[in-house]
């Protein structure tokens, strides 16, 4: 079987959310970073779902649970960054989540297209 290019990058980009929530509870921090690890880790976790789908249409679901996790990933970035609650260069994380976000949509609308086509 052909490897899954998001699948590879979401996986990737957990074990980067990973590093940084470790940075955050090192310093102390524990509500925001729980919730960026929740979801950044849930992007991938859905993606393996989706590929694993019963049909086209759940496929389609999983992979925009997956795309809204993505969205919900970037604004924890976003707040981290904010907060300044630590000294990180967000730049890497937020540019390999946009990806992801990317990748997710171009997916979602192919197979929404396909599907309806069908």
Known sequence: MKESIVKTKSLAFA????????????????VLSKQFLRSSTSIGANVCE??????????????SISSKEARETLYW??????????????????????????????IIKTSQKNFHRL
Request: charged fraction near 25%; aromatic fraction near 12%.
């Open 77 to 106: 970035i976003e707040l981290l960054e904010y907060t300044n609650f630590i000294i990180y260069d967000y730049t890497s994380l937020k540019n390999n989540c946009l990806e992801i976000v990317s990748i997710l949509t171009a």
């Open 15 to 30: 074990k980067q959310s990973i590093d940084v929530y470790k940075l955050l509870t090192e310093n102390k921090e524990f």
């Open 50 to 63: 989706a590929l694993a789908g019963q049909s086209k249409k759940d496929f389609i679901a999983k992979m």
